[in-house]
């Protein structure tokens, strides 16, 4: 909800120095990097975090800027107190109506001085190299191991929380293997065994002497006859009726009609109860994105 | 005269008496005897095999938490097993959420009613143990109910025990409270009695206890009314004994209206024709296999206080009636005096052996009634052994499905 809000507002906000969204591009020819992309003039308060090689953020670089221009594909930007990034890669962080920074992974593709001001262009990376794609940022199924993770470290993804540009939330508290914390599969088993080779038998009434059994009992020779009284010849309906009997195990023989949930672990294969199952804690974290075609508007 | 008036004399008027006073007297020399000679053994409940303990209604939602809550976690081998036989109101669901929360609690549920015994029966495949216990849902147990009612299956001989049924409502109205003493009296006492003498033909539907093993070997319950007796009738048949644990106590609620305890007490009575005079009259038969004589007893016990002495009293009456004089108040007022006064005296024997005897006391003190309640249900007892003989009255009650007693054997 949060998220569509700074969408609206930002298709607000081209108005300020230029025409509103979906005008004629504007060329600058100032312009630094060699975007083909329609460019639109963009002028606000903006934050920069460089990015290092572990997908920490700099702090020490961090600085502010002001934005000069957006395109669908990036932006430039003029910064004062730095002479150069270390980095190509950085986190921007522009300021939306309400007063929050919205961010996006930008590439540098160039940088110069200008003025005494560094002008910097800088490229959205593509969602396979963006710090703040999802699988990053929230526990995801690893395939090979059948066990939840987010894409970064958790100590790199705090690193970004005590910045305050991600915000961490319980996501979700799955029931995971208690023995490797996996992902399992849930099924109805056996009480006894666990096992999922149930066989639901039916029971028969029979009227006339009140006899409740198997329909083995009664289905012997292949005529119906009541092994209790021994009458033949019993039409159902009239003579008897059936009921829902137990489940029986194939594999252990237990028998009884309160099935118990079993877990069986994808990775390990180890097979538990619900009771023993691991309460795991996801915790995602959420962060206020920047969309660029939202603040370009439709063109 | 003398003919129609002495077995109501010397058997009627004092059977629950002499059998009482000779036990209790029996019971106190036996302890005088282990006082003298014998070192105090302890009581411990040292036998503990695994039960199943079935609940079986219809429409008894209101009670059946009650009931519920009165056997979780009594007895540490048990299950339960609660079947609603098609009721109509939320008694699944009450059972379901119980179950939910307890271990070990099986809910059977079913569509269309199919009557008690096959509600009893259905319970059965989902029992692996050894002991199967029978509880009504509108009634609850007394602490350690259920240690008492599995000790005499040490002995492998036994087949059925049967519980003492109480009154659990006992100073609800007068109907209520006489029925108490009624229970005191036939089922604490004299069952304790016919217990000792083998001659025990009934395990109580509200709270009684089969062997597995026995119930397996003649089928289960057979369709009612009276299937309790019916079932405790076959399991002698075939060989087992049937005992009675006095201190294995269940409180059930009594009908509270005179019209349903007729109805009851009518039920009853056709059970004593159905069965005691048709289906299981080879019991008495030198020739039938399992003979033994105290089944024969057993028998000669029913026919002659259940049956002929109804129609000896009534037969009485009229011939009173018929040869009516100035002494005939006086000679009925000592009936009357001489029957609360053993009434008194049984109570005396209930006191001896009660678990409770402030409660049982108070109940007593209805004994100056009895004679008028008795007269009542002698009535009653006429018009059910009548009709039964006649008509066979039992095979349209309504306490079996129609489709059920349109199928079955009418006995």
């Given at each position: ?34 975007r083909?992309?329609?460019?639109y003039?963009?002028?606000?308060p ?14 020490a ?12 594909s ?42 005494g001001?560094?002008?910097v ?6 969602h ?14 690893q ?9 970064l470290p ?33 099924h ?7 096992s999922?080779?149930?066989d ?8 006339p ?6 329909t ?19 039409v ?37 109860t ?22 370009i508007?439709?063109? | ?35 003298c ?19 079986a ?11 519920l809550e ?26 379901q ?33 050894e ?21 005499p ?32 009296r ?28 026995a ?7 057979d ?31 009594v009908p ?19 069965f ?6 080879d ?14 007893l057993?028998?000669?016990e ?9 129609f ?36 005396g ?8 005897p ?8 209805i ?24 008509v ?5 009650d309504?306490?079996v499905?129609e ?9």
């Amino acid at each position: 909800m949060l998220y569509d809000s700074a969408l609206n507002l930002f298709c607000d906000a081209p108005s300020v120095d230029v025409g509103p969204c979906g005008s004629a591009p504007y060329e600058n020819p100032k312009a630094a990097e060699r975007r083909v992309a329609a460019r639109y003039l963009f002028t606000k308060p903006m934050a920069v975090i460089p990015i290092l090689p572990d997908h920490s953020p700099d702090s020490a670089f961090r600085g502010d800027a002001i934005s000069s221009d957006i395109s669908a594909s990036g932006m430039g930007f003029e910064i004062d107190a730095l002479r150069s990034f270390p980095g190509r890669r950085m986190l921007i962080g522009v300021e939306g109506d309400d007063g929050l920074l919205y961010y996006a992974t930008v590439e540098v593709r160039n940088q110069c001085e200008c003025e005494g001001r560094l002008r910097v262009g800088v490229r959205f990376v593509p969602h396979n190299n963006d710090l703040l794609r999802w699988e990053n940022l929230f526990p995801t199924l690893q395939p090979c191991s059948y066990q939840f993770a987010t894409g970064l470290p958790e100590s790199t993804l705090r690193r970004w929380v005590e910045i305050g540009v991600l915000e961490p939330f319980l996501a979700d508290r799955p029931l995971l293997c208690p023995r490797c914390h996996a992902l399992p599969t849930y099924h109805q088993g056996c009480k006894q065994c666990g096992s999922a080779r149930l066989d639901n038998q039916r029971l028969i009434h029979h009227f006339p002497c009140a006899y409740v059994g198997y329909t083995e009992e009664f289905d012997r020779t292949g005529e119906m006859i009541c092994p209790k009284c021994r009458v033949r010849n019993l039409v159902v309906g009239a003579d008897y009726e059936y009921l829902q009997g137990p489940h029986r195990c194939a594999d252990c023989g237990w028998s009884g009609t309160d099935l118990e949930t079993v877990g069986y672990c994808l990775a390990c294969h180890w097979r538990f109860t619900l009771r023993q199952a691991w309460q795991a804690e996801f915790i995602g974290y959420h962060v206020n994105r920047l969309d660029p075609l939202a603040i370009i508007g439709p063109t | 005269m003398l003919v129609l008036l002495l077995p109501i004399l010397f058997l009627e008027i004092p059977r629950y008496t002499l059998g009482a006073v000779a036990l209790c007297l029996g019971h106190m020399l036996y302890q005088l005897f282990n006082y003298c000679f014998r070192s105090p053994s302890p009581c411990v409940f040292d036998y503990c095999p695994t039960i199943t303990v079935v609940v079986a209604g219809l429409n008894e939602a209101k009670t059946l938490p009650h009931t519920l809550e009165s056997l979780w976690g009594t007895y540490p081998r048990m299950n339960i097993v609660v079947v609603d036989d098609g009721s109509t109101d939320e008694m699944t669901s009450i059972a379901q959420s119980f179950a939910d929360a307890h271990e070990g609690v099986i809910v059977l549920s079913r569509a269309e009613r199919g009557g008690k015994s096959s509600a009893l029966n259905y319970a059965l495949p989902f029992a692996d143990d050894e002991i199967v216990v029978c509880v009504d849902s509108d009634s609850h147990l007394a602490p350690n109910a259920l240690w008492e009612i599995v000790q005499p299956f040490r002995d492998p001989r036994v087949g059925a025990v049967s519980g003492t049924v109480l009154a659990r409502n006992a100073f609800c109205n007068l109907v209520t409270w006489l029925q108490a003493f009624e229970y005191l009296r036939c089922i604490f006492l004299g069952r304790m009695f016919a217990s000792k003498i083998d001659i025990l033909g009934i395990t109580s539907g509200a709270f009684g206890a089969f062997r597995r093993e026995a119930l397996d070997r003649v089928g289960g319950w057979d369709v009612g009314p009276g299937e309790d007796g019916d079932l405790t009738l076959r399991i002698r048949k075939s060989g087992y004994r049937v005992l009675f644990a006095p201190y294995a106590q269940c409180f059930t609620n009594v009908p509270t209206h005179f019209w349903r305890l007729l109805k009851q007490r009518r039920r009853w009575e056709w059970a004593v024709i159905t069965f005691e005079c048709r289906k299981h009259v080879d019991m008495g038969s030198p020739l039938s296999p399992n003979f033994r004589f105290a089944n024969l007893l057993l028998l000669i016990e029913r026919w002659t206080f259940n049956v002929l002495l109804t129609f000896l009293f009534w037969a009485y009456l009229v011939w009173l009636a018929f040869h009516w004089h100035a002494n005939v108040p006086l000679q009925l007022f000592t009936y009357y005096v001489i029957y609360v006064a053993l009434d008194f005296l049984t109570l005396g024997v209930i006191l001896y052996y009660s678990l409770d005897p402030k409660r049982d006391l108070i109940i007593g003190l209805i004994a100056p009634l009895m004679p008028f309640y008795q007269f009542v249900l002698r009535a009653v007892s006429l018009w059910a052994i009548t009709e039964e003989i006649f008509v066979r009255s039992s095979f349209r009650d309504t306490f079996v499905p129609e489709h059920v007693r349109n199928a079955t054997w009418h006995w």
